[in-house]
């Protein structure tokens, strides 16, 4: 039997708060935390972009069309980069014996503006000699680094992905807010025109609202287009479940109080009902931002999104479809394997947040 | 032979070290054609035992650890499925809280009451004998009644149709879990004088859980409290009623507001009741318990007979 | 009051006979779920039409905001006969500004037709019937697919939680969810291409109009296969993983152990009154599952060349077809909208309470 004497209440411990609860929980899910990790290292990595990819985006290599990729080997206590020559037919090269240089860290390669708009020439690996190229995932059908390539794609196609979702949400959570706590006449509209928007399929959508641009614009604007395009498809559906939540919550007890204590609708609406929304909000935000990754990239892929020679997961996937490529240069679809990786990453840690918020499970 | 013997009953949610005791050495018998009252706050294991009693709760998170449960002599807790499906309505029937949630929303009320002739009474499964269950209930217009779905019911005559199809099979033990706590005060009280109606017409024991000792004064001809996991008192109501050993048994008489006399504050028991896992040490109550002594926290007290048919959790307790 | 030839009505306020009725009110009294059907039926058409009608409207107006004039590229277009260009706006009113031509476009749509093709010269109408029939066709094998292996392995995996089953289907579902539709028809081409098993695209052979109807028939056959089995694997995850929780949820609830509680056996408590339950939401993805289905068709038709209305949209774009692309939305959405419709229907009849709202 026990001897130890009862717990005081100084040592009783205080109660968490609902934010600590949810990290405690969250933390417990090793797959969920993988996600976290994974993503945090491709966020990193894409904002580096410029400075761990060994070449420009755009930089051409005459001699190495469609190159097998090449990887550094340990010679000793260094990594060394072995050298190809031409083989026997089309784009087929053979690996030269002992001619090797050594792989530097840091050093000094072509120009490109680290963050977007600082100038500098130091790259985070290479050997520092043309004719020594490091194509960490193989060349493309112009000589092209895939592995910049997708470094730099990884820039535009993981900050689409956020922006959209996060203008998209805001705009959704803000409608539904109103929607659903006005009730009557509004709500009956703006319920119309979201279950409009919501009734075409959304890639057909995206089609028509891409013919309302014109054709030929700068990669700054299609960027901005894409954005303008990806969010348009996604409020509806997040003001719809939004409003649902905000008719369920007017009712409250607590609504009825601070509206008796003098605050105006848009303050209940921000301060007191969407507040209550965000457990819902960041699961869904989280689960559905591989959806707007995955618009830009069919967009671009299509041809009527990112346009060469800017790269972008999407457009690198274009040379993937020629079967005849595929079968002899399968490192082409290193864009599809990074989206994959993104995207499962996205779920694993979006099913671990909305677990953590469900109170009833374990 | 009683009809119900649960002998020191031990049953734990999870298992090795997340293992949290539910149920701590709880016994108890009903013989036959008695109404036993098991009274208790919400969490003190009350619901999970009874449900034991026909292994209904789920085996993966929950374990059973020691004890047994006798049922006309047999261990229901070592039963195979098939044995266990033949006591489940045959010998002992349940009747839910909240009859919305037991009745299935998608099937007529006809139809349910005949799933359960059809599996221990078939060649009663006809339309006649619904009816004539639905009128030793008290539903009106019974012939009209078979073909409303659940939900086109009030609660109290959907708790009228759990009662019918748990009588249907002709059970010997009626297992109530706080039948009346979900319905309106006058509905509460015509479920309870149809199941005392019943006790007497067919003779049915009756475990009635609740935490409202009203019922307990209308219905009980024993009364077992229970307080986290664990029995702390056990005695016939009357004598409970009247002069309740056990001193949460007092305090919880004391709660209950009275209309007359001198009432110038509620009396609550201070503090919360322990949850599940979190027992304090020696005696569970003692924490907030009116004469505990550092005694009370060292060692948990026994249930001993400190009168004839009457048990107390407490060495205090005169 | 009745008589052998129906139902007399009798007002009691009035106290007169007020007429009497043909057997069909009879009828309706004693099937009262026909009725209540019915006039859920009319109520979601009656809610149907103004959508596809809002639908067409905000289409045809981002169309109308898109630079460049559709007239004047048709006319510029020297492939195309000034006959053509004249009965178009004749028909079209292509001259006028956009909500005149919205109109006409309407009335055109409603009598079926569709206008012309720049890129195949025909008249859209046949072209847009055959492509729908294509994508349909595909949308179609891939909802059988993918429910006819999703449904069994959720309940599979529902009722045998936590053991080996469950967390091999959980994975593959998961996996399945994550891998884009984008990568999959690659990878499936590739496939086609490596083994040769199947065809590299497209819906019929080169040699299909020199084959008798039975080889057309398996040169359809097996040019669908591989389209419809990629279009069905992501839809196929989710399915898998709702009917898995739908199914523990149901399990979960009381009515369930009631039912235990009165001696059915498991087998047949998850049968008849878990699934009954269960089922009811998947009715909902039902008509969701149409939609997804519908619109990532989109992506694998362009990629595996099937010519279905998404490809066809696709072209419609690139060619500047701008009424065209309008046709090919407004065709998607009432696809999708009559998919929505049937699954109420479905749901209103095997849950009551719908219909009795």
Same mark, same amino acid.
């Given at each position: 039997?026990?001897?130890?004497?009862?717990?005081?209440?100084a040592?009783a411990?205080?109660?968490?708060?609902?934010?600590?609860?949810?990290?405690?929980?969250?933390?417990?899910?090793?797959?969920?935390?993988?996600g976290?990790?994974?993503?945090?290292?491709?966020?990193?990595?894409?904002?580096?972009?410029?400075?761990?990819?060994?070449?420009?985006?755009?930089?051409i290599d005459?001699?190495s069309?469609?190159?097998?990729?090449?990887w550094?080997?340990?010679?000793?206590?260094?990594?060394?980069?072995?050298?190809y020559?031409?083989?026997?037919?089309?784009?087929?090269?053979r690996?030269v014996?002992?001619?090797?240089?050594?792989?530097?860290?840091?050093?000094?390669? @072509?120009?490109?503006?680290l963050?977007?708009?600082?100038?500098?020439?130091?790259?985070l690996f290479?050997t520092g000699?043309?004719?020594y190229?490091?194509?960490?995932?193989?060349?493309?059908?112009? @000589?092209?680094?895939v592995?910049?390539?997708?470094?730099?794609?990884s820039?535009?196609?993981?900050?689409?992905?956020?922006?959209?979702?996060?203008?998209s949400?805001?705009?959704?959570?803000?409608? @539904? @807010?109103?929607?659903?706590?006005?009730?009557?006449?509004?709500d009956t509209?703006?319920?119309?025109l979201?279950?409009?928007?919501?009734?075409?399929?959304a890639?057909?959508?995206?089609?028509?609202?891409?013919?309302?641009?014109?054709?030929?614009?700068?990669?700054?604007?299609?960027?901005?287009?894409?954005?303008?395009?990806?969010?348009?498809?996604?409020?509806?559906s997040?003001?719809?479940?939004?409003r649902?939540?905000?008719?369920?919550?007017?009712?409250?007890?607590?609504?009825?109080?601070?509206?008796?204590?003098?605050a105006?609708?848009?303050?209940?609406i921000?301060?007191?009902?969407?507040?209550?929304?965000?457990?819902?909000v960041?699961?869904?935000?989280?689960?559905?931002?591989?959806?707007?990754?995955?618009?830009e990239?069919?967009?671009?892929f299509?041809?009527?999104?990112?346009?060469?020679?800017?790269?972008?997961?999407?457009?690198?996937?274009?040379?993937?479809?020629?079967?005849?490529?595929l079968?002899?240069?399968?490192?082409?679809?290193?864009?599809?394997?990074?989206?994959?990786?993104?995207?499962?990453?996205?779920?694993?840690?979006?099913?671990?947040l909305r677990?953590?918020?469900?109170?009833?499970?374990l | 032979?009683?009809?119900?013997?649960?002998?020191?009953?031990?049953?734990?949610?999870?298992?090795?070290?997340?293992?949290?005791?539910?149920?701590?050495?709880?016994?108890?018998?009903?013989?036959?054609?008695e109404t036993?009252?098991l009274?208790g706050?919400?969490?003190?294991?009350k619901?999970?035992?009874?449900?034991?009693?026909?292994?209904?709760?789920?085996?993966?998170?929950?374990?059973?650890v020691g004890?047994?449960?006798?049922?006309?002599?047999?261990?229901t807790?070592?039963?195979?499925?098939?044995?266990?499906?033949?006591?489940?309505?045959?010998?002992?029937?349940?009747?839910?809280?909240d009859?919305?949630?037991?009745?299935?929303?998608?099937?007529?009320?006809?139809?349910?009451?005949?799933?359960?002739?059809?599996?221990?009474?078939?060649?009663?499964?006809?339309?006649?004998?619904?009816?004539?269950?639905?009128?030793?209930?008290?539903?009106?217009?019974?012939?009209?009644?078979?073909?409303?779905?659940?939900?086109?019911?009030?609660?109290g005559?959907?708790?009228?149709?759990m009662?019918?199809i748990?009588?249907?099979?002709e059970?010997?033990?009626?297992?109530?879990?706080?039948?009346?706590?979900?319905?309106?005060?006058?509905?509460?009280?015509q479920?309870?004088d149809?199941?005392s109606?019943?006790?007497?017409?067919?003779?049915?024991?009756?475990?009635?859980i609740?935490?409202?000792?009203?019922?307990?004064?209308?219905m009980?001809?024993?009364?077992?409290?229970?307080?986290?996991?664990?029995?702390?008192?056990?005695?016939?109501?009357?004598?409970?009623?009247?002069?309740?050993?056990?001193?949460y048994?007092?305090?919880?008489?004391?709660?209950?507001?009275?209309?007359?006399?001198?009432?110038?504050?509620?009396?609550?028991?201070?503090?919360?009741?322990?949850?599940?896992?979190?027992?304090?040490?020696?005696c569970?109550?003692?924490?907030?318990?009116?004469?505990?002594?550092?005694?009370?926290?060292?060692?948990?007290?026994?249930?001993?007979?400190?009168?004839?048919?009457r048990?107390?959790?407490?060495?205090f307790?005169? | 009051?009745?008589?052998?030839?129906?139902?007399?009505?009798?007002?009691?306020?009035s106290?007169?006979?007020?007429?009497?009725?043909?057997?069909?009110?009879?009828?309706?009294?004693?099937?009262?779920?026909?009725v209540a059907?019915?006039?859920?039926?009319?109520?979601?058409l009656?809610?149907?039409?103004?959508?596809?009608?809002?639908?067409?409207?905000?289409?045809?107006?981002?169309?109308a905001m898109?630079p460049?004039?559709?007239?004047?590229?048709?006319?510029?277009?020297?492939?195309?006969?000034?006959?053509?260009?004249?009965?178009?706006?004749?028909?079209?009113?292509?001259?006028?500004?956009w909500?005149?031509?919205?109109?006409?476009?309407?009335?055109?749509?409603?009598?079926?037709n569709?206008?012309?093709?720049?890129?195949?010269?025909?008249?859209?109408?046949?072209l847009?019937?055959?492509r729908?029939?294509?994508?349909?066709l595909?949308?179609?094998?891939?909802?059988?697919?993918a429910?006819g292996i999703a449904?069994?392995?959720?309940?599979?995996?529902?009722?045998?939680?936590?053991?080996?089953?469950?967390?091999?289907?959980?994975?593959?579902?998961?996996?399945?969810?994550?891998?884009?539709?984008?990568?999959?028809s690659?990878?499936?081409l590739?496939?086609?291409?490596a083994?040769?098993?199947?065809?590299?695209?497209g819906?019929?052979?080169?040699?299909?109009?020199?084959?008798s109807?039975?080889?057309q028939?398996?040169?359809?056959?097996?040019?669908?296969?591989?389209?419809?089995?990629?279009?069905a694997?992501?839809d196929?995850?989710?399915?898998?993983?709702?009917?898995?929780s739908?199914?523990?949820?149901?399990?979960?609830?009381?009515?369930?152990?009631?039912?235990?509680?009165?001696?059915?056996?498991?087998?047949?408590?998850?049968?008849?009154?878990?699934?009954?339950?269960?089922?009811?939401?998947?009715?909902?993805?039902?008509g969701?599952s149409l939609?997804a289905l519908?619109?990532g068709?989109?992506?694998?038709?362009?990629?595996?060349?099937?010519?279905?209305?998404?490809?066809?949209?696709?072209?419609?774009?690139f060619?500047?077809?701008?009424?065209?692309?309008?046709?090919?939305?407004?065709?998607?959405?009432?696809?999708?909208?009559?998919?929505?419709f049937?699954?109420?229907?479905?749901?209103?009849?095997?849950?009551?309470r719908i219909?009795?709202?």
């Amino acid at each position: 039997m026990e001897t130890a004497a009862p717990i005081s209440a100084a040592e009783a411990k205080a109660p968490l708060s609902p934010w600590q609860l949810f990290w405690q929980r969250l933390k417990r899910r090793r797959i969920a935390m993988a996600g976290g990790v994974i993503l945090i290292f491709l966020y990193a990595v894409a904002i580096f972009g410029g400075f761990v990819a060994p070449y420009r985006y755009d930089r051409i290599d005459n001699n190495s069309f469609f190159h097998p990729p090449i990887w550094p080997r340990v010679q000793g206590f260094h990594l060394v980069v072995p050298r190809y020559e031409p083989g026997n037919g089309t784009f087929a090269y053979r690996l030269v014996l002992n001619d090797t240089k050594p792989l530097h860290f840091f050093v000094r390669g @072509g120009k490109y503006e680290l963050f977007g708009f600082i100038p500098t020439s130091v790259h985070l690996f290479g050997t520092g000699d043309d004719n020594y190229p490091v194509f960490l995932f193989g060349a493309d059908q112009f @000589g092209r680094d895939v592995f910049s390539r997708l470094l730099y794609g990884s820039q535009i196609s993981l900050s689409i992905g956020v922006i959209g979702i996060s203008i998209s949400f805001v705009l959704g959570m803000i409608i @539904g @807010g109103i929607s659903g706590y006005f009730a009557g006449l509004t709500d009956t509209l703006i319920m119309r025109l979201c279950e409009l928007v919501m009734s075409i399929p959304a890639l057909y959508l995206i089609i028509s609202l891409r013919n309302t641009f014109p054709p030929g614009m700068s990669s700054a604007q299609i960027y901005a287009m894409i954005i303008v395009i990806l969010s348009f498809i996604g409020w509806a559906s997040m003001a719809r479940v939004i409003r649902g939540m905000a008719l369920s919550l007017r009712e409250q007890q607590f609504i009825l109080a601070a509206r008796a204590a003098g605050a105006t609708p848009i303050r209940v609406i921000v301060r007191h009902i969407l507040p209550n929304t965000f457990s819902y909000v960041i699961v869904a935000a989280t689960l559905s931002v591989p959806y707007y990754i995955l618009g830009e990239v069919v967009l671009s892929f299509l041809g009527v999104g990112i346009q060469e020679p800017s790269a972008s997961w999407g457009n690198m996937l274009t040379a993937a479809q020629n079967t005849d490529y595929l079968q002899h240069y399968p490192w082409l679809l290193a864009p599809g394997a990074a989206i994959f990786v993104t995207v499962l990453a996205f779920n694993f840690l979006g099913d671990g947040l909305r677990d953590a918020a469900d109170t009833k499970s374990l | 032979m009683n009809l119900l013997e649960i002998k020191n009953l031990k049953m734990d949610f999870g298992k090795d070290a997340d293992a949290l005791r539910a149920v701590d050495g709880v016994s108890l018998t009903i013989g036959a054609g008695e109404t036993v009252c098991l009274v208790g706050e919400s969490g003190c294991g009350k619901t999970v035992t009874a449900l034991s009693i026909a292994r209904l709760v789920p085996t993966p998170p929950a374990n059973y650890v020691g004890g047994e449960i006798l049922l006309n002599g047999q261990d229901t807790l070592k039963m195979s499925s098939r044995e266990l499906q033949q006591i489940r309505g045959g010998v002992v029937s349940y009747v839910f809280q909240d009859p919305g949630a037991s009745l299935n929303p998608v099937f007529r009320i006809g139809n349910q009451i005949k799933e359960s002739l059809k599996l221990h009474k078939p060649e009663k499964a006809n339309d006649a004998e619904v009816i004539r269950l639905l009128k030793l209930v008290g539903i009106p217009a019974p012939e009209s009644r078979i073909r409303n779905y659940p939900f086109e019911m009030s609660g109290g005559m959907q708790q009228r149709v759990m009662i019918a199809i748990a009588l249907a099979s002709e059970p010997k033990l009626l297992v109530a879990d706080e039948p009346t706590t979900a319905l309106d005060v006058t509905i509460q009280a015509q479920i309870l004088d149809l199941l005392s109606e019943l006790k007497q017409r067919l003779g049915m024991a009756i475990l009635l859980i609740t935490h409202n000792l009203g019922i307990v004064g209308d219905m009980a001809d024993r009364v077992a409290v229970m307080y986290a996991g664990q029995i702390v008192e056990l005695s016939p109501a009357r004598e409970l009623l009247r002069r309740p050993l056990h001193p949460y048994t007092r305090a919880l008489m004391n709660s209950v507001p009275k209309l007359r006399g001198d009432a110038d504050r509620l009396s609550a028991i201070p503090g919360n009741v322990p949850r599940i896992g979190n027992f304090p040490p020696g005696c569970r109550f003692a924490p907030r318990c009116p004469i505990a002594k550092p005694e009370c926290s060292k060692k948990i007290p026994e249930l001993l007979e400190v009168e004839p048919g009457r048990f107390v959790r407490c060495p205090f307790w005169k | 009051m009745e008589d052998d030839r129906g139902v007399a009505i009798f007002d009691p306020q009035s106290s007169i006979f007020v007429g009497k009725l043909s057997p069909r009110p009879v009828f309706f009294a004693t099937f009262p779920k026909v009725v209540a059907m019915l006039q859920y039926i009319f109520k979601r058409l009656l809610h149907m039409i103004p959508l596809l009608l809002g639908v067409s409207l905000l289409t045809f107006l981002l169309m109308a905001m898109s630079p460049g004039n559709y007239f004047t590229s048709l006319q510029q277009n020297p492939q195309i006969s000034p006959d053509t260009i004249a009965r178009l706006k004749a028909q079209f009113h292509l001259d006028r500004p956009w909500y005149v031509q919205y109109v006409f476009w309407l009335k055109n749509v409603a009598s079926g037709n569709f206008g012309y093709s720049m890129a195949y010269k025909i008249s859209a109408t046949s072209l847009i019937v055959a492509r729908l029939w294509n994508t349909f066709l595909l949308s179609f094998f891939a909802l059988l697919i993918a429910w006819g292996i999703a449904i069994p392995f959720g309940i599979w995996a529902a009722v045998k939680k936590d053991s080996w089953v469950d967390h091999a289907c959980s994975f593959v579902a998961f996996v399945g969810l994550s891998v884009p539709d984008v990568l999959l028809s690659l990878l499936a081409l590739w496939f086609a291409a490596a083994s040769g098993w199947f065809p590299v695209g497209g819906a019929e052979s080169p040699l299909h109009d020199f084959m008798s109807p039975s080889q057309q028939f398996w040169d359809r056959a097996h040019h669908l296969i591989l389209p419809a089995v990629v279009l069905a694997a992501s839809d196929l995850a989710g399915i898998m993983r709702r009917m898995r929780s739908c199914l523990l949820d149901t399990l979960r609830a009381e009515y369930v152990t009631a039912a235990r509680a009165r001696g059915l056996g498991e087998g047949w408590v998850v049968w008849k009154h878990a699934l009954r339950n269960a089922i009811n939401p998947l009715l909902t993805i039902f008509g969701y599952s149409l939609a997804a289905l519908l619109s990532g068709a989109f992506i694998v038709e362009n990629i595996m060349a099937w010519p279905g209305l998404g490809r066809l949209t696709m072209e419609a774009f690139f060619a500047k077809d701008s009424y065209l692309v309008v046709d090919c939305v407004v065709m998607a959405t009432a696809l999708l909208v009559i998919g929505n419709f049937i699954a109420d229907i479905l749901l209103a009849w095997s849950d009551p309470r719908i219909r009795l709202k």
